[in-house]
C-alpha cells in the first residue's frame, strides 16, 4: 500500500517526518510524541532534569529506560571494533569544545581525551554508573535507536506500513523501497548518489552539520578530544537505525573492514577532498568518486 499520510514536527533539536498509509490519529500521534519525550528525558545532556545531567552534576547510579542495555551494548562493540574512538565519554571533550547545553560555541581549552570506558562507566542492565560526575553523549547512536524504537511503536499501533526520518537517520518499513538521494555535504542542491531502501534504516552523518568556529564540528575521536579532518560525511545502511547511526559516526574514524567485524552494513563515505568510496554491494550508485 503507498504511503499517504504524514506528520512533520520537531523534536530533539531537529526536524522529524513520520509517513503512514493511513493517517496517524491524534491519539497515536500523542504516543510517538511521548516516545520521544521520554527519550529525551533521560539522554539530553541539553537540559537539566535529565538522567544524564544528574550523572553529569553528581557522578553515581542511575536507572535508565529499558532501551538503554541495547544502545549501551551497541556503543561497547563500537568503542572495541574502533579502538576506543567512538564512546558514550565525549560529552565533556564536546562541552569543552563549546557545544553545551548553554550553547557556548567557543573552546575552554585545547581539545582533551575522553576517559578510558573501563576506568569510570559501569552498565547493569539499565543501570549506568559513572565513578565520578561524567558528561553522557549518545548522539552517535541514541537518535538512530530512538528513531528504531518510534518504528516500532507505529507497528504496535497499527501502522505496519511507514516510514520515520529524523533529518538523516531514516528507518523504512513496506513493500515498496524507497529511492534516496545523497545529499552532497557542499552542496545541498546535488546529490553525490542515490540508493534503494527495500527495508531497514538509513542513516548519515556530515562534519558540516553541527559546526562552529574554525574546524570545530560534532564529530570528535574520544581518543584526543578533537574534531576528525579526513572525512566530510557517511551514509549507512543496515537492519537496525541504532547500528547504521553508529556506524555513520564510526566510518569517520575507522576503516569499514574494521567496523564490518562486528557490523553488517553497507556505506557510502566521501572525503575532503571529494573522493567517494562505497561497498561493492551497495544498493545503489554513486555519481561522484
Known amino acids: 500500500m503507498p504511503q499517504q499520510a504524514e506528520r512533520r514536527f520537531d523534536a530533539l533539536g531537529t526536524r522529524w517526518r513520520v509517513d503512514t498509509a493511513a493517517p496517524l490519529s491524534d491519539e497515536r500521534f500523542a504516543a510517538v510524541e511521548e516516545r520521544i519525550a521520554g527519550f529525551d ?3 539530553s545532556r541539553f537540559r537539566p532534569d535529565s538522567l544524564v545531567a544528574r550523572l553529569a552534576a553528581d557522578g553515581g547510579s542511575a536507572d535508565f529506560p529499558p532501551e538503554a542495555g541495547a544502545l549501551l551494548d551497541v556503543y561497547a562493540r563500537l568503542y572495541r571494533a574502533t579502538r576506543g574512538a567512538v564512546s558514550p565519554l565525549v560529552g565533556d571533550a564536546l562541552e569543552r569544545l563549546g557545544y553545551g547545553s548553554g550553547y557556548r560555541l567557543t573552546p575552554a581549552g585545547a581539545p582533551e581525551p575522553s576517559p578510558v570506558w573501563n576506568d569510570v562507566l559501569t552498565v547493569d542492565g539499565t543501570r549506568i554508573t559513572v565513578s565520578r560526575p561524567t558528561v553522557l553523549d549518545v548522539g552517535a547512536a541514541g537518535k538512530g535507536q530512538l528513531v528504531d524504537l518510534v518504528s516500532a511503536l507505529l507497528a504496535e ?16 518499513s513496506g513493500p515498496e523501497p524507497l529511492r534516496i538521494g545523497l545529499e552532497h555535504p557542499y552542496d545541498p542542491r546535488t546529490a553525490i548518489g542515490v540508493v534503494e531502501l527495500a527495508g531497514g534504516a538509513l542513516c548519515a ?3 558540516n552539520r553541527r559546526a562552529w568556529g574554525d574546524g570545530l564540528h560534532h564529530v570528535i575521536d574520544a581518543r584526543t578530544g578533537a574534531p576528525v579532518r579526513e572525512v566530510a560525511a557517511t551514509w549507512v545502511l543496515a537492519e537496525r537505525a541504532v547500528d547504521a547511526d553508529g556506524l555513520a559516526t564510526a566510518l569517520f574514524l575507522a576503516e569499514p573492514e574494521q ?7 553497507r556505506y557510502v563515505r566521501m572525503f575532503t577532498d571529494g573522493v ?8 545503489g ?3 561522484a568518486a
Open 41 to 43: 528525558a533521560a539522554w
Open 285 to 287: 550508485e554513486v555519481f
Open 276 to 283: 567517494a568510496q562505497w561497498s561493492e554491494d551497495l544498493p
Open 259 to 265: 567496523l564490518a567485524e562486528s557490523f553488517d552494513f
Open 205 to 207: 552523518s556530515a562534519a
Open 157 to 172: 499501533l497499527g501502522h505496519p506500513v511507514h516510514t520515520v526520518d529524523a533529518s538523516g537517520d531514516l528507518r523504512h
